[in-house]
């Protein structure tokens, strides 16, 4: 095991890019151990030897795993818990946006995969080292897109693909995740947000295929009047960390202040029923 006792540890998905380099920056400047998850060797060293020099405390280190495959969730969860006894911060924070339908590698498509399913099945997976900190935070990183998620086509084998569409309904997963998983750690010291970080410059959906020419023209036309990652992030590490925010769980947040739930996520039997079809899509993580 490597952390000291009092080290608090954090991992964070995606984190050699964008929201999740900058969440990382903020949590190791706060003396957290941070894992940083990437898919690329390349751009996830570059990322950490930038984040290096932030680190309060014990240095951040890399962990590679592709999120779209279960096999490498798996591999991932496997290799945190050999180095670690505990977890203190879990940010899903990796999503990308796909303008064609795909699918990976496991026959799921690829907006739920990357973007819902490998949140829940990594949050099932850690579960046991977040019960070993004394007040664990699960922080999921969703959109604030009104919309619903179609229940009997999830992935989109019955309509006609709209990325944009496939990308916010799955992000409508991480919050249909957070409540219901909140529910479930009733009582427990583990508590589990979703924040939406608000509209920021990044690399969202550069590397998932070509997109439409007018989406290109819109990102780059709309770039300059965005804000920085590093300021969204401010919002992301204020709910894994915030002393205020002791026993409280199940917040759907924006800046610092809870958000309206999207009316499909108050319904408690359309949450159980997303629950149950992540479990399935999954191999049944969470014990019932
Ligand atoms: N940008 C916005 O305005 C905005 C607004 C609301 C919510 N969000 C959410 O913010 C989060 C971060 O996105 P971002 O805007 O910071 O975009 P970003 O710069 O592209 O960062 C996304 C991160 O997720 C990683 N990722 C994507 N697919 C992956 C996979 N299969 N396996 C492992 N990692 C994978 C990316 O890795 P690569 O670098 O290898 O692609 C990257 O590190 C996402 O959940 C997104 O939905 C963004």
Redesign the pocket.
Known sequence: MQQTPHTPVALV?????????ATAQHLCAQGFRVMM????RA?GEAALSELSAHAVGAPPELML????SQADIRRLAAQVQARYDRLDVLVN????TFMTRQVSVDGVEMSLA??HL?AFLLTALLLPLLHAAPAARIVT????LETAMQLDDLQWEKRPYNGLAA?AQS?LGNLHFTFALAERLAGKAISAHCV?????????????GPSPLWIRLITALSAPF?TR?ET?ARRVSYIATAPELNGKTGGYWGDRVPLPAPPQTRDPNIREQVWRISQDLTGRPFAE
């Open positions: 998905t995606g984190a050699n890019s964008g929201l999740g380099k998850v990437s898919r690329d751009r795993a592709d999120l779209s924070n990796a999503g990308n990357v973007n490998a990183v969703g959109t604030r990308y992000k939406h970080p608000g509209v920021f410059r990044s690399n969202l959906g550069r590397r998932s965005l990652p969204a």
